[in-house]
T-cell receptor, first 113, second 117 residues
Framework: NAGVTQTPKFQVLKTGQSMTLQCAQD?????MSWYRQDPGMGLRLIHY???????DQGEVPNGYNVSRSTTEDFPLRLLSAAPSQTSVYFC????????????FGEGSWLTVV | AQKITQTQPGMFVQEKEAVTLDCTYD???????LFWYKQPSSGEMIFLIY????DQQNATEGRYSLNFQKARKSANLVISASQLGDSAMYFC??????????????WGLGTSLAVNP
């Protein structure tokens, strides 16, 4: 039972580079989301998706793109990395039914220099 | 607007004692769920306990219990018999059951708990 698989765990980028954080879940969950976690800021929603082909912005979407071509995958793309995007990123998924458990990936530590 | 407030940035507790971590929420939705997550220094998010707004009883999971006071809109986490391994950040979150599939989570800023030997 893999749950939510998030890669890479650690990444260092130079300003202006692009990269993709991968997130995959094998539980057939409709809802997937990306958060960033910064000291003193808690978890802030970047983008989310309620199903394949459907995505929407969260509270801090600027500088990030997402797509949801399949139920399983929800990659997060940094278009042109900036030092302000240095953060820890979490992918999460859960069913849109009555389930009460949210599944998190292990987190991705991203540093932009 | 929906909001989660955790008023205690940091807490200390002596090993084997009980501790209460505060969480208040604000929502106009009659149907919602409240979560507590633990984040140790290793970074992963660990689910602790869940309380539905219509649940009649306070949720309990081992040493964790949720003191749910609906009228006061509070959902405090109680950890009994604290252990050194309980030292971590604790986050309270709320998920509303709005119409359709838009069931975003709203998070508090967290409480850092340190358990002293």
């Amino acid at each position: 039972n893999a749950g939510v698989t998030q890669t890479p765990k650690f990444q260092v980028l130079k300003t202006g580079q692009s990269m993709t954080l991968q997130c995959a879940q094998d539980m057939n969950h409709e809802y997937m989301s990306w958060y960033r976690q910064d000291p003193g800021m808690g978890l802030r929603l970047i983008h989310y998706s309620v199903g394949a082909g459907i995505t929407d912005q969260g509270e801090v979407p600027n500088g990030y793109n997402v797509s949801r071509s399949t139920t399983e995958d929800f990659p997060l793309r940094l278009l042109s990395a900036a030092p302000s995007q240095t953060s820890v990123y979490f992918c999460a998924s859960y069913p849109t039914g009555s389930g009460n458990t949210i599944y998190f990936g292990e987190g991705s530590w991203l540093t932009v220099v | 607007a929906q909001k989660i407030t955790q008023t205690q940035p940091g807490m200390f507790v002596q090993e084997k004692e009980a501790v209460t971590l505060d969480c208040t929420y604000d929502t106009s939705d009659p149907s919602y769920g409240l979560f507590w997550y633990k984040q140790p220094s290793s970074g992963e998010m660990i689910f602790l306990i869940y309380q539905g707004s219509y649940d009649q009883q306070n949720a309990t999971e081992g040493r964790y219990s949720l003191n749910f006071q609906k009228a006061r809109k509070s959902a405090n986490l109680v950890i009994s018999a604290s252990q050194l391994g309980d030292s971590a950040m604790y986050f309270c979150a709320m998920r509303e059951s709005t119409a359709g599939n838009n069931r975003k989570l709203i998070w508090g800023l967290g409480t850092s708990l340190a358990v002293n030997p």
